[in-house]
């Protein structure tokens, strides 16, 4: 499953970098806009459906799995614990890398924050040197991260979040009109559980499909929009005293 996630995220790179839309894939295949939006975010490609959308750029299959290979061998997947560390301990640049990799400019951030533009290429030249991003002239940023880039599993930066934040984060009612708290009890077996958790991989990797799509509107089109999605085994400490 992880080698098709890779390879459709590149096909939807490649896509986008020949200039072509889901709207041009719908009318290569045959199907509706949506039909096509659900082949990506499900990443449910038949062999002849991925041929027919790589003809579309004069490529073979092979073409694209040498094109994911290759790009996966230039981005990164994740930090180490120590440039987690670099960046969680100077909580401006934790700012600024959270923002860039949500693809903002450095016009975005200076906007929004009381940086100028020396602080800010300051930052961004410590995210350089860490490979996050490549620095390019007129101060334009290119992401160099993975589709699957993620904060180390309780390293340093999730630590942060988990510790700091949580309490912000839950400090609503969740009554406005772009919240929603769902809280769900039940009784599942391991292999429900196992279900449940592909499926919440699943939703967590359709939040990542919407955020790509939408990196290209204006920032007044877009919010900060977080998620958080757990599940555990888990047993409420309320009750310890009256459990055998």
């Not at 990542?208 to 204006?218: F, G, I, K, M, V």
Request: net charge neutral.
């Amino acid at each position: 499953m992880a080698q098709t996630t890779k390879l459709v995220d590149t096909l939807k790179r490649a896509l986008k970098m020949h200039g072509l839309s889901y709207a041009d894939v719908a009318k290569q295949l045959g199907l509706s806009h949506a039909s096509v939006k659900r082949l990506f975010s499900e990443y449910k490609f038949s062999l002849d459906r991925l041929e027919c959308v790589c003809q579309m750029m004069d490529m073979e299959i092979s073409d694209l799995v040498m094109k994911m290979n290759t790009e996966s061998s230039m981005l990164l997947a994740e930090l180490s614990s120590e440039q987690e560390h670099e960046i969680v301990a100077d909580s401006t640049l934790l700012l600024v890398t959270v923002c860039v990799l949500n693809r903002w400019t450095i016009v975005h951030l200076m906007d929004n924050f009381h940086l100028n533009e020396q602080q800010c290429i300051r930052h961004l030249a410590v995210l350089d040197r860490l490979k996050l991003i490549e620095l390019l002239p007129d101060n334009h940023i290119k992401l160099r991260v993975s589709s699957n880039f993620k904060w180390r599993e309780n390293g340093p930066i999730q630590q942060f979040f988990q510790q700091k934040l949580a309490a912000d984060f839950f400090n609503t009612r969740f009554t406005g009109q772009q919240e929603k708290l769902i809280v769900i009890n039940g009784m599942l077996s391991p292999e429900a559980m196992a279900i449940f958790h592909r499926k919440v991989v699943h939703l967590a990797r359709e939040f990542e499909t919407l955020n790509s799509e939408d990196s290209s509107l204006p920032l007044d089109r877009r919010s900060g929009t977080t998620a958080v999605l757990a599940m555990r085994s888990w047993k409420y400490g309320l009750f310890d005293n009256l459990r055998k």
